[in-house]
DNA sequence: TATTGTTATACTCTATAACTATA
DNA sequence: TATAGTTATAGAGTATAACAATA
């Protein structure tokens, strides 16, 4: 993943092609997470028994959603979601309901061992990584205030 | 992915368990990654008709690397590896070689067409998000200057 | 004996197409 | 006719265990 622009900004600085700046950022940005973050995000659900989609899902639960809902969520196709909503289902953490107004409907909702589960893995997921822990008190704010302008 | 904690820091400020900034910054991270830039990366590599472990294990191989040493950067089972450079061998991307000092050992290299592929891979992958692009030039290279900290 | 990579097996994810039950 | 979810099928990732070749 060594992608790092060594390029230079131009003699004429503020024109339009200028991206040298956020190429080094997306490069350090993409590093930081490959390297570090995801095999610690890996550990965490392996931890749980849980597999990446799986672990989507449950994330995508705060409320009941549409089998349909979830696919185009985790980007795969419906019919995915109908094995790995069953596995979840085999477990006791998730259940299928009707839905009110649309009979062709199912929603997906977590039962009470997959809110405590879920409530768990929220929980460990919010614990930052010593990167971010050991990072000044003034970076850790403005790494806060920069990603959230980012977000818009 | 709503993981934004909400608490604030206590009274006394400065003890060993005020993590609240780091904490916020963090949730921020995830979202950004996982809402913006996940689903861009996902978009790439099926461009490339790539999925995630072939697209990993092309970024890989700057070198010739052993089958072994995919696996632990994987972090998947040696047996998995077989599978993998087999079908992007079966595409013409990459070969096994042999290992001169150690004949039990295979080395998985870029074949010319794997190169081609891989060089335009890199410059794609290369191309800042317009979430970064849109910044200021001082987040960006604030941004920049944090993430390569948090690096070590 | 230990290690590298493969094979065999089983389970899961993924996409496509055909099907059902609703709308 | 169109949509939501399922089933059937095939290809690919993943883990475990057993194995061959080599160290």
Redesign the pocket.
Known sequence: MNVVSSKKSPKRGGTKRDDALAREAWALFQELFFSRFRPRMLALW?EFDL????QMTLGLLDEPR????L?SQ??????????????LSDRGLVE?RP?P???????VALTDEGRELRSELDRRRAIPPDELLELSAADQRALRDIIGRALG
């Open positions: 392996r597999n990446p989609p799986q549409p089998m349909g809902e696919a985790l980007q795969c196709d419906n019919s995915n979601i109908t094995g790995i909503v069953d596995r299928r839905s107004g649309d009979r062709r409907v199912k929603l």
